[in-house]
């Protein structure tokens, strides 16, 4: 398919763990990157490839792939993570880059 | 510091014209691909043009193919975005981006977006 999937919401209580996931068939051959994106502000990348952090970005945030499905894990949440995250990729011919719908987290 | 600073946005007629720009600096444009992303109001992002840093590789989305154009100009460290025959559905807000290496869609800085508005 060309589109990847993401639940539309998930929340988590703080401290605990959340895993946010995305779906598509160009993972299968590509790796995903998540980007988070608070109300007003530009996307920022949290994870790219196998499970790489751009310089900044805190150790409670890890990737992992398997199959057609892309995680995003937050290990002990803080309230400044509530955003909205977003996965992508290229997708399946390469030719084209997929963004998922979005996944709106809320930190309880 | 890495810096993306996106201009040209504005209100337009659907049908009309406008020309984007992003203007870089702090890194070395010319070794970089390069990208447009859009927002639509309260919707999600999607993903608009790429150009990479040697010339003639080009891709755009099916939503814009045909009428948009996407050009750089490595001697200004300036990214482009014609718009030709827009329409409503191109209101949004547009972001350059940069990949973080060659064509890898892990989009590492983003500008602060330029506003499109097509309208009546």
């Known amino acids: 398919s060309s589109e990847l999937t993401q639940d539309p919401a998930v929340s988590v209580a703080l401290g605990q763990t959340v895993r946010i996931t995305c779906q598509g068939d160009?993972?299968?051959?590509?790796?995903a990157s998540w980007y988070h994106q608070k109300p007003g502000q530009a996307p920022a990348l949290v994870i790219y490839?196998?499970?790489s952090r751009p310089s900044g970005i805190p150790d409670r945030f890890s990737g992992s792939s398997s199959g057609n499905t892309a995680s995003l894990t937050i290990t002990g949440a803080q309230a400044e993570d509530e955003a909205e995250y977003y996965c992508?990729?290229?997708?399946?011919?390469?030719?084209?880059?997929?963004f998922g719908g979005g996944t709106k987290l809320t930190v309880l | 510091e890495v810096q993306l600073v996106e201009s040209g946005g504005g209100l337009v007629k659907p049908g009309g014209s406008l020309r984007l720009s992003c203007a870089a600096s702090?890194?070395?444009?010319?070794?970089?691909?390069m990208n447009w992303v859009r927002q639509a109001p309260g919707k999600g992002l999607e993903w608009v043009s790429s150009?990479?840093?040697?010339?003639?590789?080009?891709y755009y989305a099916d939503s814009v193919k045909g009428r948009f154009t996407i050009s750089r100009d490595n001697a200004k460290n300036s990214l482009y975005l014609q718009m030709n025959s827009l329409r409503a559905e191109d209101t949004a807000v547009y972001y350059c981006?940069?990949?973080?290496?060659?064509?890898?869609?892990?989009?590492?800085?983003w500008g602060q977006g330029t506003l499109v508005t097509v309208s009546s």
């Open positions: 981006a940069r990949d973080l290496y060659d064509s890898s869609a892990y989009y590492d800085y």
């Open positions: 702090g890194f070395t444009f010319s070794t970089y691909t």
């Open positions: 150009i990479t840093s040697r010339p003639g590789y080009i």
């Open positions: 160009s993972l299968r051959s590509y790796y």
């Open positions: 490839g196998k499970n």
């Open positions: 992508n990729s290229r997708d399946s011919s390469g030719d084209q880059v997929l």
